[in-house]
């Protein structure tokens, strides 16, 4: 291995806090900023190994933490909104766009989150569109399929992605079916 240039750089939790805070002003897209500052968490991680274990590492360490923590938290929200709206307009695409990024977990949290934003009349009817959407989309899939039990969603001109986004949201409204 051969020796090459390198820099020091130095970082102060205020340092830190202000740029986060200027960069988070600045960005137009919260999902991007998020993914920005996790890997802005990493980079502090990786680079910063020698100081790993001092009470300043851990200083840095616990404000990236905290910075991150609060825009994962204004992502949630920011897909909780749209997926409100997304299901308010029975909108299958927009539901997959949001389905699709996020842990099944992550997912589960912000439906329940809409869900409880939702009137009783909103709420049967994604029940009642949800349940269609799945038995069709099933049966459409079944239908195009050479083999028993082995449905054929590609076949049937359906996107698996909004299968599954689908059928999550059917399973969370619509336990029994």
Known sequence: ????????????SAELKKFCRDFLKRSTDINKAHH????????????????????????IATTIKT?????RQALLEKNTLDLIRALSQCNVIALT?????L???GFYQILQTAIS????DDIRLIMIWSANWVKEARQLA?????????????KAGISIEEYQSMSDIDRVLNPQS
Not at 1 to 12: A, G, K, L
Not at 67 to 71: D, G, L
Not at 142 to 154: C, G, K, L, R, V
Request: overall charge negative; charged content about 15%.
């Open 117 to 120: 934003q939702l009137t009783d």
């Open 67 to 71: 910075i991150n923590e609060q825009s």
């Open 103 to 105: 842990s099944r977990n």
């Open 36 to 59: 920005t500052l996790v890997t802005l968490e990493t980079f502090i991680s990786v680079f910063g190994q020698s100081a790993h274990g001092t009470p300043e590492y851990q200083e």
């Open 97 to 101: 766009a949001i389905h699709t990024p």
């Open 1 to 12: 291995m051969t020796d090459s240039p390198s820099i020091n750089i130095t970082i102060s």
């Open 142 to 154: 079944d239908n195009a399929s050479e083999y028993p039990d082995a449905p054929d969603f590609i």
